[in-house]
């Protein structure tokens, strides 16, 4: 096949050349949106966006144990806002993608594993799958040739 990632033929041969021309965009596509639909979280807490609150965030925080919440509260913002939009734009993605893998998993077993799977009980299903959807963002690297990592020559 022309892209190398396998010998298998494909069912519908006149696809290989969309296959082709678009596979280079997925990481970039995947990365992009992944680190947009993140930066709304942060922005709640750290600019009250969207109806958020610091406040509220810190105070629920203590809540659950983690102390202490205000200063905790502007650190989960700051990861989701701009590490969000590092993801999104590729700069530092390695690091970026690795301090959301772990504040998603925080996420995980701090607030939502006692609600079992499913998230519409508030189980761990929708946190563990953006956890690893930015684990493999951090395992992959680079921003991918749509990036600044990629713009400047280096990436971490």
Same mark, same amino acid.
């Given at each position: 096949?022309s892209?190398g990632m396998?010998?298998?033929?494909r069912i519908?041969p006149?696809?290989n050349g969309?296959y082709?021309a ?7 596509v995947?990365?992009? !949106?992944a ?5 709304p ?7 009250g966006?969207?109806?958020g609150?610091i ?8 809540q659950?144990?983690?102390?202490p919440?205000?200063?905790?509260a502007y650190?989960?913002?700051?990861v ?5 939009a590092?993801?999104a734009?590729?700069f530092?993605?390695r690091p ?10 925080v ?10 799977? !499913?998230w519409?009980n ?8 953006w956890?690893?959807?930015m684990?493999?963002i951090f395992?992959r690297g ?6 600044l ?6 990436e971490?």
């Amino acid at each position: 096949m022309s892209n190398g990632m396998s010998s298998t033929k494909r069912i519908i041969p006149a696809l290989n050349g969309l296959y082709d021309a678009l596979s280079p965009l997925t990481y970039p596509v995947i990365r992009i !949106f992944a680190g947009l639909f993140l930066m709304p979280h942060g922005a709640q807490k750290l600019f009250g966006w969207f109806g958020g609150d610091i406040n509220a965030t810190a105070g629920f925080f203590s809540q659950i144990g983690l102390e202490p919440g205000l200063p905790l509260a502007y650190l989960v913002g700051s990861v989701e806002f701009f590490g969000g939009a590092a993801v999104a734009i590729g700069f530092l993605t390695r690091p970026a993608a690795m301090a959301a893998t772990i504040l998603l998993l925080v996420t995980v077993f701090q607030v939502h594993l006692g609600n079992g799977f !499913f998230w519409s009980n508030s189980g761990y299903e929708y946190p563990l799958l953006w956890a690893i959807l930015m684990i493999a963002i951090f395992f992959r690297g680079g921003g991918g040739r749509l990036s600044l990592d990629a713009a400047i020559g280096r990436e971490f």
